[in-house]
């Protein structure tokens, strides 16, 4: 697809959840809102970043050394949005929920579809074996929490959202681990190669030197 | 000469592989001692030869759980590391970086211990640690929590990037365990090495038990603060043991490399790996996942499905590595010719140690017998069996290996033996009290349980002063090693 089609494309998809049928419907219940609307969002921001990447200045993507400040936003503005507090706000005030509705795309999706490619392997490994126990977590605290934490969610929601929280996290786990079984993971697996080879040049220069 | 100038281009301290592992196992050697001290503290006291305050015991107990479980993965990660790195591109500043978090875990948990008094065991069993009845603080059980993450953070960084070296060279975990070989659908010639298939096995485990320890410690950390958050107590239960069990239990699959690499340099015979061998550890990966549900044989609330495959998987679980470890070390000793010096020794001792140990525990994961063993002194009794003398005798043969390849061994044999001795002493005096249905984790006893308790402490003497004799030599020898190759013939 062309760079334009996609921004074109992109644009349509966030009015779409944006007005007021969509977005009501999913906001309705939090399990929806958590697990489908953000995360629609977020895709939405890595299609912009698809589009934006060979615009993207150069000075940027030097600032963004191994992915990590990207990934950092990226962490910060999913871990915001998973509280209570913002999700009642979000629902409370529509100014509010603007705010949601441009930082997930533009803070979080953005990042995600720029910085992941620059982040190597471990690095990638580690912020997906950070964000799987998150996400269990924040699903047991809802669950385990004495009272509501939403004013606009009844507490069965609150359930059935920690209990979905809790069922992506095991899903997300499961994934991830047949995908490392089998090695689905061409494009990893030479990026890995790469730095590998190299990590190897350096190893094995080092123990020329210490036994020199 | 070009090598060392490229090493100085990169510009970084160039701490060299091998280096890195003597430094993991030279504070593995001081912290095994130190908390085999605390073990024999807690040994003396309960023989009434020492006086120790009730809670201090258990503080004592907390720390030494904790401490032994902690530096067990740290040693054998370090036996795993060395071995792995042959066939695999693996990162030293990663390596070093699980040392540093290891270390920062290790002050706030001694500190949680000795400072703040905290005291409800290395598994911090939901929701213990919030209630302390006074003995410790809210902070105290934090830091306890808190260094445990440290210490999983780098763990898991480890195993990722041995993953990660892994994956470069083996088209999926799936192919470094040797699955088809397993099945016989390609020829076991061509199957990974032994250390690739070990260390893959201990990376799919660990990786799982620290992503689900990582949850259940965030949960217990927040109700410790806001104790209305209240969990199901017994799906916290299944978490911590799937961390705790998997954590425990794969340092023996990570220390048995040395067992594969370290026999066959003396015996001048390869590890022969058929698909029998692959076959076990795949076996053994699948089994390592799920046996940690013998924690629960008690629990009446689990579903009975759960407690019947708890047990199956109990009896099966270590047995199909186990067999092949054991063949296979026949057979690379038998007939060899193999001349005996420590390290060989060491290592044959931590198979025999492994397969002795089993026996009592298989017994144990029986549910008709852990109605009456459970909760006894039978448990420290095999789980030392196969600790102590299994994991720590390969632990200390890896450390033998690398720092004497002089035959001067006059002053290691007298440790070896002094180890061994004790160390059945003590474990023997475990199991017959467990089998006089002596209670664990009691810090009073009772007359008639004194018998046992100080024969343990004479054998944990005898074992710790053999242990020192090895440790200490390890520290002369280190200086050498640093630049030696490893040892061959
Ligand atoms: C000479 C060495 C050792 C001595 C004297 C010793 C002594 C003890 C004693 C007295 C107990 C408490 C028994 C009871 O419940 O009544 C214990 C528990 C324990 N030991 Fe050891 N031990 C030694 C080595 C080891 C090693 C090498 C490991 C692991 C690598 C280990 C891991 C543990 C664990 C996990 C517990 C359970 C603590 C609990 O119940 O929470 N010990 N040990
Ligand atoms: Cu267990």
Known sequence: MSTRRLLIAACGFWLVLWLPPARSALESDMALHMALQMPLLIVLGVLLAAAARHDEPRWLASADWLGIPGIVAVVLGTSFWMLPLALDQAIADFRFDLVKFLTLPILVGMPLGLSWRRMPPLGRAFIWANFIPKLGAVGGLYLGAPTRLCAYYRIDQQELAGWTLIAVAIALGITWFIAAFIGWTPSCAQQASRHSAEGAGRQRAFGGASAA | ?489
Do not use: C
């Open chain 2, 1 to 489: 000469m070009t090598m060392a100038v490229t090493a100085g281009r990169t510009g970084r301290t160039a701490i060299s592989p091998r280096a890195a592992v003597l430094a993991y196992l030279a504070v593995a050697g001081v912290v095994f001692l130190l908390m085999m001290l605390l073990g024999l503290t807690m040994r003396l006291a309960q023989a009434q030869w020492i006086d120790v305050p009730p809670n201090f015991f258990y503080v004592v107990m907390t720390m030494h759980g904790a401490g032994m479980v902690g530096i067990a993965g740290l040693s054998s990660a370090a036996v795993m590391w060395h071995f792995v790195r042959r066939h695999d591109p693996v990162s030293t500043a990663v390596f070093l970086t699980n040392l540093v978090f290891f270390l920062i875990g290790a002050v706030l948990i001694l500190g949680a211990g000795f400072i703040g008094g905290f005291g409800a065991a290395w598994t911090f069993l939901f929701p213990l640690p919030a209630h302390s009845g006074g003995l410790w603080s809210v902070n105290a059980a934090a830091s306890y929590l808190i260094g445990l993450i440290f210490i999983g953070v780098g763990f898991l960084l480890l195993h990722l990037d041995i993953a990660r070296g892994i994956l470069s060279k083996y088209h999926g975990l799936g192919a470094a365990l040797g699955v088809k070989q397993a099945f016989g659908l390609a020829p076991a010639e061509a199957g990974p090495p032994p250390a690739v298939t070990a260390s893959t096995m201990a990376l799919i485990a660990n990786i799982l038990g620290i992503v689900v320890g990582a949850a259940v410690l965030v949960i217990s950390l927040v109700n410790l603060y806001v104790p209305s958050f209240t969990f199901n107590t017994l799906a916290a239960k299944n978490l911590i043991y799937y961390f705790g069990h998997t954590f425990i239990n794969v340092t023996i699959y990570m220390a048995v490399i040395a067992v594969y690499e370290i026999l066959p340099v003396y015996s001048h015979r390869k590890w022969k790996t058929n698909w029998a061998f692959y076959l076990a550890w795949v076996l053994s990966t699948v089994f390592v996942l799920t046996v940690y549900t013998h924690h629960l044989l008690m629990d009446f609330a689990m579903p009975t499905w759960t407690l019947v495959a708890g047990q199956v998987i109990s009896w099966l679980s270590g047995l199909p590595v186990l067999l092949v470890t054991a063949f296979g070390t026949l057979t690379v000793v038998y007939r060899s010719g193999l001349r005996w010096n420590p390290a060989a020794a060491l290592v044959f001792l931590g198979v025999a140690g492994w397969a002795i140990g089993v026996i009592p525990a298989i017994a144990d994961g029986t549910i008709a017998v852990n109605s009456v063993m459970h909760n006894t002194q039978w448990v420290p009794g095999h789980f030392h069996t196969y600790l102590l003398l299994g994991m720590v005798a390969m632990v200390l043969g890896f450390m033998t290996y690398l720092t004497n390849p002089q035959p001067r061994y006059g002053f290691a044999w007298l440790g070896y033996w002094l180890y061994l001795v004790g160390g059945v002493i003590f474990v023997i005096a475990f199991l017959l009290a467990g089998a006089a249905s002596v209670p664990r984790r009691y810090a009073v006893h009772v007359a008639q349980w004194l018998p046992y308790d100080r024969i343990g402490s004479i054998g944990a003497a005898l074992a710790i002063a053999g242990v020192l004799i090895l440790v200490v030599r390890f520290f002369v020898g280190m200086r050498t090693a640093v630049l030696a190759e490893d040892p061959i013939g």
